[in-house]
T-cell receptor
């Protein structure tokens, strides 16, 4: 079946560092890909999505590019802030009305 | 603007007791509605979805059931709780219509089963 893999369980950076969180997927065709962010005690918040090869999604300084060749949708940010500390989830649109979620990556920003 | 409300905010329940969690969406007609479960420190597992009143599809049951009695209301329930039901329950909505659209989440209900 379809799946999403986030290899980093946790990433620790200092403020103003460059961020990459890896997301790879396994699915046929061109599934929709999503990034969500979840702060402690809250529901996930939608960041952005992409649906076509080479399409870039972006929001709040975060961005990711849909790559069909490498089956990836890596999240990046040029300069992280302490307020970016949260758990980030990559998700895949498996079929109508269903999302497959990655295991999440906890981002820790050291002040 | 759409708002999503979940109740209760948190519950502590005994094993074997019944449970009912609610979700209400305001400001959007005929939304698609979803229930998710998240173990502490874990990822999200979609449980149910509904695209119209009275119709609910199961993704993973986990000995739970769901109903949609009104266009803007989604209920998650069980008659007998298990320890494994502890976790964070999230309701989400997406715009009506076919296809896979972005899902927007509520604040969640935290459940502890003892």
């Amino acid at each position: 079946g379809d799946s999403v893999t986030q290899t980093e369980g946790q990433v620790a950076l200092s403020e103003e560092d460059f961020l990459t969180i890896h997301c790879n997927y396994s699915a046929s065709g061109y599934p929709a890909l999503f990034w969500y962010v979840q702060y402690p005690g809250e529901g996930p918040q939608f960041l952005f999505r992409a649906s076509r090869d080479k399409e870039k999604g972006s929001s709040r300084g975060f961005e990711a590019t849909y790559n069909k060749e490498t089956t990836s949708f890596h999240l990046q940010k040029a300069s992280v802030q302490e307020s970016d500390s949260a758990v980030y989830y990559c998700a895949l649109g498996d079929s109508n009305y269903q999302l497959i979620w990655g295991s999440g990556t906890k981002l820790i920003i050291k002040p | 603007a759409q708002t999503i409300h979940q109740w209760p905010v948190a519950e502590i329940k005994a094993v074997g007791s019944p449970l009912s969690l609610g979700c209400t969406i305001k400001g959007k007609s005929s939304p698609n509605l979803y229930w998710y479960w998240q173990a502490t420190g874990g990822t999200l597992q979609q449980l149910f979805y509904s695209i119209t009143v009275g119709q609910v599809e199961s993704v993973v049951q986990l000995n739970l059931s769901a109903s949609r009695p009104k266009d803007d209301q989604f209920i998650l329930s069980t008659e007998k709780l298990l320890l494994s039901h502890s976790g964070f329950y999230l309701c989400a909505w997406s715009p009506p219509g076919g296809g896979l659209d972005t899902q927007y989440f509520g604040p969640g209900t935290r459940l502890l089963v003892l």
